[in-house]
């Protein structure tokens, strides 16, 4: 299994360069095993699992405005950082639409910006946790981080109606682990959640 991970906290901290984590309640320093960190604290992101080195491509305008993406993507280097020069903008439709299946995550100071697809096919997930936001490719992490029950109206609804989406919503199989619906952005600011359309 092979996913991306993530989160932003309400608070910006002072850390060693390089250094990612969240700090617990017994205040050891949280991060994914077998991960690659591509960048750290206060927002940090990892790709975790068995990536591909021409899978996991990050390009950097400065050193707070950067685009990881992260699966098989058509898009040149330079079509990467002009995205990303849009995405600061606020036009999140460049990043869907480059050839491929791949997820992209746009960092812009302490804003966030996770692009689902148009299709839902690679979705995102996203969860609050230790006074902010953990986000990710796969749910099933998330739902181990906070140590989420079963939603049971989840599975029920998945059990009546399996071919209607739209009765399933933004829910997932665990409590408190919410899925970014298809044609959305996940926004992260210093912590704080939105959902956001866009145009295709």
Do not use: K, N
């Not at 940090?44 to 707070?64: F, I, K, N, S």
């Not at 992260?188 to 939105?194: S, V």
């Amino acid at each position: 299994m092979r996913w991306l991970v993530g989160w932003s906290s309400t608070t910006a901290r002072s850390s060693a360069v390089g250094s990612a984590g969240a700090t617990g309640d017994d205040g050891r320093t949280v991060h994914p095993v077998g991960s690659q960190l591509l960048w750290g604290d206060p927002d940090p992101l990892w790709a975790v699992g068995d990536w591909r080195a021409d899978e996991v491509r990050t390009v950097t305008a400065d050193e707070q405005t950067r685009i990881a993406v992260l699966g098989t993507c058509g898009a040149s280097d330079e079509e990467l950082r002009v995205g990303l020069l849009a995405a600061r903008g606020g036009a999140l439709r460049h990043l869907t639409a480059w050839s491929g299946s791949y997820t992209a995550v746009v960092q812009v100071g302490r804003r966030i910006m996770i692009a689902g697809d148009l299709a839902g096919a690679r979705p995102v997930f996203y969860t609050p946790w230790a006074d902010g936001t953990a986000y990710g490719t796969a749910a099933l992490p998330l739902a181990d981080l906070i140590e989420a029950h079963l939603d049971i109206g989840h599975l029920a609804a998945l059990l009546a109606a399996p071919d209607v989406p739209e009765a399933l919503h933004d829910s997932t199989p665990y409590q408190g682990v919410r899925r970014v619906p298809p044609g959305h952005a996940l926004i992260l600011r210093a912590g704080a959640r939105e959902i956001a359309g866009y145009e295709p």
